[in-house]
């Protein structure tokens, strides 16, 4: 009898314990988050990053209008090939980049106790937010994903202007995140990074290394000479592969390159190597050539390179199969693609042009031979110095004649893996001293609905934004110059 009577006790003060937990603490599914955490947000961000930089920034638009590629056989000719935009072609790109991207990593720069977090989210908040400057102008930046009550329900955010506010809120955002970094503490971010995997001195590279691609991209326009000379010499940047920040794809089901994965749920990758960009190969005995683009294996062309004038591809028998042209290798198109977002032979470009505006403390000709060299050795080519000492970059004895060897070996290095940054830098280069592209390599489309030697400098505001955002600016024109344009 005494037995049951502590066990009836024990029941009962082990019920008067479990009265006080409320429902709610009870109730709680121990397999799942109640909220998100550092890492599950800045896994979700960067994921989407990939999707932004190899499919909506690379693929398409940004593919044909730097002139790697051309329209190819089996579908009538895009609206793209012709210049013909609308403002729904660019919802994707604006949708993701804020609602999803940007909106995880400013929860982080927000609420983070982590160091190490913040400076990774305020390098690629920059990184998008710069993007969205280059393709669009002015922009929501200010008042940008600011839609809970605690940062002011701004619902319609105004846009500011990417000269006077964004571009300089960029260097202080990465001025931030360097300061971040530098307090940040070793193994504190992990997997759930899969950029870096949580190194802090790749992020630190990193972030010095947008700092001077924001410096440089207003060079014609508004010149940041002692800024940039003191970046080079007090910073540390991406200088080989190993520091290359890319997010990786291992090609199985469901983690495909995008852009590999976008083209295959439709007809493929159809596009055919353009002539503007073979030509200019050609012309320099540049061996590239053979990587970025695959060869003729049928008709008349079998054995060698074959592509076509930009646009020109109702001129081509409609019954003729893709094997008779050149097309995208598997270096610029597979399934295992990393999707890029900085090589280091980018930024040697940009500290050799760095060095040949501003007098920095690197060499232009070394940077310049070493951006050319990563890039041969990227690309599993041979021999680069024998090109390298063909181009005679010692002999550019001016400022224009080094920027234009400059701009074209950038251009043809950013093929296959940064065919957007491809495009903006051919809009940088083609400046008023020397119109590189507009009037030398670039070639008109016979259907273009552009003025013969005209191209496009700007998307269209998206579609989606116009539409539920009545601060939203007026619509542009695709020839219309992004600030630093000239």
């Known amino acids: 009898m005494k037995k049951i009577i502590n066990i009836c006790l024990i029941l009962l003060l082990t019920l008067s314990f479990s009265c006080t937990d409320s429902l709610e603490e009870v109730n709680i599914d121990p397999n799942t988050f109640p909220s998100a955490g550092d890492p599950q947000v800045l896994s979700a961000a960067i994921a989407y990053m ?25 579908v009538s000719i895009g609206n793209e090939e012709r210049y013909v935009s609308a403002g729904g072609d660019f919802n994707g790109y604006w949708q993701r980049a804020y609602a999803n991207c940007l909106t995880d990593l400013n929860y982080i720069t927000k609420n983070s106790s982590s160091a190490a977090y913040r400076g990774i989210a305020n390098v690629l908040k920059a990184y998008l937010f710069q993007g969205l400057v280059d393709h669009f102008g002015d922009i929501p930046f200010t008042e940008a994903i600011s839609g809970a009550i605690e940062d002011g329900s701004i619902l319609t955010p105004n846009s500011d202007s990417a000269e006077a506010v964004i571009y300089p809120g960029l260097v202080s955002m990465l001025d931030e995140a360097l300061s971040d970094l530098a307090l940040a503490e070793d193994d504190t971010v992990g997997e759930d990074d899969f950029i870096y995997q949580g190194d802090i001195v790749k992020w630190t590279k990193f972030a010095n290394s947008l700092k001077l691609r924001v410096l440089m991209r207003t060079s014609e326009t508004n010149a940041q000479g002692s800024a940039v000379q003191a970046l080079i010499s007090n910073g540390t940047f991406i200088e080989t592969v190993e520091d290359m920040p890319f997010i990786p794809f291992s090609g199985s089901t469901g983690d495909q390159n995008p852009m590999f994965a976008r083209a295959e749920f439709g007809v493929g990758m159809f596009y055919f190597a353009s002539n503007a960009s073979l030509n200019l190969l050609e012309s320099l005995n540049d061996p590239r050539a053979e990587v970025l683009y695959t060869k003729a294996t049928t008709g008349t062309f ?14 081509e028998p409609f019954t003729a199969p893709a094997s008779d042209y050149s097309m995208a290798s598997e270096y610029a198109y597979s399934a295992t693609n990393p999707a890029i977002l900085m090589s280091p032979w980018e930024i040697w470009f940009l500290r050799a042009e760095a060095d040949a505006r501003y007098n920095t403390s690197d060499d232009a000709e070394t940077a310049f031979t070493t951006a050319i060299e990563l890039n041969f050795n990227y690309m599993e080519v041979d021999d680069a110095a024998t090109y390298i000492s063909s181009l005679n970059f010692a002999g550019a004895t001016t400022l224009d004649d080094k920027l234009d060897l400059i701009g074209i070996q950038k251009w043809i290095s950013l ?36 003025p013969s030697g005209s191209f496009p400098s700007a998307w269209l505001y998206p579609e989606s934004e116009r539409s539920l955002n009545p601060n939203a600016l007026p619509q542009r024109q695709i020839t219309d110059a992004i600030f630093w344009d000239n």
């Open 415 to 450: 093929n296959g893996t940064q065919e957007d940054e491809g495009w903006i830098e051919t809009r940088r280069f083609d400046r008023p001293a020397s119109r590189i592209f507009t009037d030398g390599i670039f070639q008109t489309p016979p259907l273009s609905v552009l």
């Open 50 to 74: 990939g999707y932004i930089v190899d499919q909506d920034l690379n693929y398409e638009e940004s593919m044909l209008w730097s002139q790697y590629y051309t329209w190819g056989i089996g």
């Open 302 to 315: 079998a054995g060698n390179l074959r592509g076509i004038d930009q646009g020109t591809i109702d001129d």
